[in-house]
């Protein structure tokens, strides 16, 4: 390897390296935002969380990889031409698409990753994240017992401390009300002072209750020769133990998150999507033979209503110029009833096959994503590299908005492509729309890189406007 490629791979590295980190913690602050009221207050530990972060990274490589080999290589060509590096190298016979061969094969590279990691990786990261955001949710709050407070959280009692010491174990003026069998018979339990601490595996809270009393209603008993609403029992130590299993983190199993389409490889979602469509045509061909007989049914009400005096016929064998008005009425309303139920079921049945079409889309969408994600890595480099060469221009102002904008404009053409695929209104090659929009830019900026162009200068702007005015003034 030549001393000139090792010198624009470590500037081209660098860059994707620190980019590709920036762009992966942004959109995990983004998700931890999002759920930080499902993860704060409920005593997880920070293997869990970190678990949880951990798969969550992992679904956004596919989005920000292209970022970050967009902006490694607009920012890495824009220092050499604002160095004039670039420059010497054309001086020594070195075009730019010579400048550009080593970054290529590493984008190249990047490609085959991300493709991979899109295929075997990410299906299996999207199952664990699922599962563990599932039962991070799903984990009750910590018990939190705090003085002078009614606590509810936990099913079936009402806790309340007059004082809690500091190690948070030793409690003073306990009141604990039992409503488990039942608010017609609780039991309220009060004592001057106790402990309280859980099992080891948090699923039992443990209260040593000292000096205290068990108060039992009995006010819901059927039997009237009671006399006494509620019995007294005193006790010097009592243990209470409760069950807080509900508050501890236990894992689900990945079967229940397995199956879904962004858990699927290409080669599943292509036995699923053949699957499915030959469901949806066998539903639709039943579709079809119900809307049938509802057409002939709608068909008949519409003659009957319409033109009474024309001897509509309900059936083969009955006319209503030879009924009775009333078995005519009844028979219109009949008609009436079997139209209204076709016209109902119509609908629904186009609302089922919208629903099942739009769930096959969903199939579609996913297997295509793999391969245009890895793709943008290549497109957005063809663009990227090209624009830094002609801008002229490194640092992190200008590559960071121009790589802002570019992929902007790339998801926002994806994401209409993708919503107008999901609806039907076009086939799945609409998602390769977005990457038909890039490719004639990439090609564009690169013809220009090539040649020199000044496309972006602003003083050969200023020149050929300058030269264009005065031609129109003479």
Not at 17 to 33: D, I, K, N, R, Y
Not at 210 to 232: F, I, N, V
Not at 407 to 415: A, K, S
Request: aromatic share 12%; charged share 20%; net charge positive.
């Amino acid at each position: 390897m030549k001393k000139l490629d090792k010198l624009i791979l470590r500037s081209f590295l660098g860059p994707l390296l620190l980019t590709f980190t920036l762009s992966v913690f942004v959109l995990l602050m983004q998700f931890v935002w999002k759920y930080i009221d499902d993860m704060v207050g409920k005593g997880l530990d920070f293997s869990v969380i970190a678990e949880l972060l951990l798969y969550a990274s992992a679904t956004f490589v596919p989005m920000a990889l292209p970022i970050a080999v967009l902006f490694a290589s607009i920012m890495t060509m824009g220092n050499f031409g604002e160095k004039y590096e670039l420059v010497a190298m054309k001086a020594g016979g070195i075009g730019v698409s010579r400048v550009m061969m080593p970054m290529t094969i590493v984008v190249l590279l990047l490609t085959g990753v991300a493709f991979y990691f899109a295929n075997n990786v990410m299906p299996e990261a999207m199952v664990s994240y699922r599962k563990t955001l599932y039962d991070v949710t799903r984990k009750k709050p910590a018990v939190n017992i705090r003085p002078g407070e009614y606590y509810k959280e936990i099913d079936g009692y009402v806790i309340r401390v007059g004082s809690k010491s500091q190690d948070g174990h030793t409690l003073q003026d306990v009141v604990i009300y039992d409503h488990k069998k039942g608010r017609e018979e609780a039991t309220v339990i009060v004592a001057k002072k106790g402990t309280m601490q859980s099992t080891m595996d948090n699923r039992y809270l443990i209260f040593s209750l000292d000096d205290g009393y068990t108060y039992t209603e009995l006010g819901g008993s059927k039997d009237a020769s009671r006399s006494h609403p509620m019995t007294s029992i005193h006790f010097s130590k009592q243990t209470i133990s409760i069950d807080i299993s509900s508050f501890a983190y236990s894992k689900s199993g990945e079967d229940l998150f397995k199956g879904s389409y962004q858990t699927m490889n290409v080669a599943e979602l292509s036995i699923a999507i053949d699957s499915l469509k030959t469901s949806l045509d066998k539903r639709y061909d039943a579709y079809q033979r119900d809307a049938e007989v509802n057409l002939r049914a709608w068909k008949r009400y519409t003659e009957m209503a319409g033109e009474e005096h024309q001897r509509a016929a309900f059936n083969l064998h009955t006319r209503l110029d030879t009924v009775d008005d009333a078995t005519r009425t009844k028979m219109i309303n009949r008609a009436r009833y079997i139209a209204n139920t076709a016209v109902t079921d119509s609908r629904n049945y186009g609302d089922f096959l919208e629903t099942d079409r739009e769930y096959v889309n969903k199939h579609d969408i996913e297997r295509h994503k793999k391969f245009t994600l890895s793709v943008a890595c290549l497109l957005l480099f063809l663009i990227g590299a090209p624009f830094g060469s002609i801008v002229r221009k490194g640092g992190l102002g200008l590559p960071l908005v121009a790589s802002v904008g570019f992929f902007v404009f790339y998801y926002v053409v994806g994401m209409i492509a993708e919503k107008a695929v999901r609806e039907s209104a076009i086939g799945p090659i609409g998602m390769w729309i977005s990457s038909f929009v890039m490719l004639p830019i990439g090609l564009f900026l690169t013809l220009q890189a090539t040649t020199d162009s000044s496309l972006f200068d602003a003083a050969s702007w200023k020149r050929f406007f300058k030269r264009l005015f005065t031609s129109k003034q003479q």
